[in-house]
């Protein structure tokens, strides 16, 4: 049974509680998919989940808006995750792939919302580039103006839905100054022309995954998302939201580590004795937990400082994500040693959980970005 004290803190209100039992529920009823066609199963994750209500919390509803609650995203991917990173996955990207538009879209651009919260419409968010990951702002993909229209050209890399998303957040060059103040965002229907899947790309735990074209695209003016110049700050804040969210989700995935290891080291038999009675064996699971409950708090820390109002939480997200994936993978790594050959075994939960936990520590900033962003916070930069 997993540990689930931690909605006692104070950091959460009923509802958050509310919601993580409902969510636990449903998970249990209809978790894990099948991912050999991994396209196949993020869509109908995505149908599924929206149908019945749990993508929600990813943007904000353009009717009765309210600012995206942080905990609540939190708590939906660490329980999703714990259950099948394929499933928080598709959670995620609908407001990664969104945030832009939620935090700086128009009324127009706000319709889309609709149809990403009820899992009828599939996002992306497109910031990197085979020539810029971590550094964003030397980005070569440009968004040139003709007359109403801009047109991008370039090329974007390890783009998650792509080749399923229906709309893509799309980061160009367009010129207002040098490096990061002359970035812009972009809604970029899937149906452009000139936009194009150049590649699929496949990973250790594998996802939809592309490297996307775009071949001189023609959008309205009105595609823009935010100001001219403003691309850049728009990420960052994008970022800002979803950045502890990935510690979330290594908590879920590390969280699953930990009951699995537990229940093995209880049933298996070694030296006439279950391996939970040998020392060295409850010295990994203390460690385990005392690393899920430290990434537990400095997860939850950030997402409510942002709840609570908090402009930026640059260096509260940066120490979630950086601590809870890092220690994740070292409580995985844990779990695959406990059981033995079973632990490398293909199939097993806790192999796909070795597997799935490794992007995490690369994606949305690596983990030595993190530290970096963490420094400068320390030693009073911005
Ligand atoms: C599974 C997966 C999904 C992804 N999904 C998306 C997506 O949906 N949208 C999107 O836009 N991007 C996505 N990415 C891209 C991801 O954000 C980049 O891979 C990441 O930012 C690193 O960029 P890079 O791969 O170019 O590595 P590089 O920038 O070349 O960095 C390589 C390594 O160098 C080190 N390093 C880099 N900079 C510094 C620094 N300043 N200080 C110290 N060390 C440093 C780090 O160890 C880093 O891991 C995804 C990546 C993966 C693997």
């Given at each position: 049974m997993p540990d689930r004290s931690f909605l006692g803190w104070p950091f959460f209100e009923t509802r958050h509680r509310a919601w993580a039992e409902k969510l636990d529920a449903w998970c249990a009823r209809n978790l894990p998919v099948d991912h050999h066609d991994v396209d196949a199963a993020c869509r109908a994750l995505v149908r599924t989940l929206g149908e019945d209500g749990?993508?929600?919390?990813?943007?904000?509803?353009?009717?009765?808006p309210a600012p995206l609650d942080v905990r609540t995203l939190c708590i939906t991917r660490e329980t999703l995750a714990r259950y099948d990173g394929l499933a928080d996955f598709a959670f995620a990207m609908q407001g990664l792939g969104t945030g832009a538009i939620s935090l700086f879209g128009t009324a127009e651009q706000k319709l889309w919302l609709k149809k990403t919260r009820a899992g009828e419409a599939i996002a992306a968010f497109a910031l990197s580039e085979p020539r810029s990951g971590s550094d964003v702002a030397n980005m070569d993909m440009a968004a040139t103006t003709d007359g109403d229209f801009y047109v991008l050209d370039g090329e974007k890399t390890w783009i998650s839905n792509g080749g399923i998303a229906d709309i893509y957040t799309v980061f160009a060059r367009t010129g207002e100054a040098p490096g990061a103040k002359g970035i812009s965002a972009f809604l970029v229907p899937a149906d452009s022309k000139g936009f194009k899947v150049a590649e699929r790309l496949e990973v250790i735990a594998p996802h939809p995954l592309a490297r996307l074209a775009f071949d001189g695209v023609r959008i309205p003016a009105s595609a823009m998302i935010g100001k001219p110049g403003d691309g850049f700050k728009i990420a960052m804040s994008v970022l800002d939201v979803f950045r502890s969210t990935v510690g979330a989700a290594a908590l879920g995935f590390a969280r699953r580590a930990l009951d699995e290891s537990v229940k093995r080291a209880r049933e298996r038999q070694v030296f006439g004795a279950p391996l939970a009675e040998l020392q060295m064996v409850q010295g990994h699971l203390a460690e385990m937990a005392l690393d899920i409950d430290a990434a537990a708090l400095l997860v939850y820390r950030a997402a409510w400082t942002k709840d609570a109002?908090?402009?930026?939480v640059t260096r509260e997200a940066a120490m979630a994500k950086l601590y809870a994936t890092d220690k994740a993978q070292e409580v995985i790594d844990k779990a695959v040693q406990l059981h033995g050959g079973d632990g490398v075994r293909k199939g097993h939960i806790v192999e796909s959980l070795y597997r799935e936990i490794r992007a995490l520590r690369i994606y949305e900033g690596a983990s030595d970005v993190q530290k970096v962003v963490i420094a400068r916070q320390v030693l009073g930069g911005n």
């Open positions: 749990w993508l929600k919390p990813t943007a904000i509803d353009a009717e009765n109002g908090a402009a930026r």
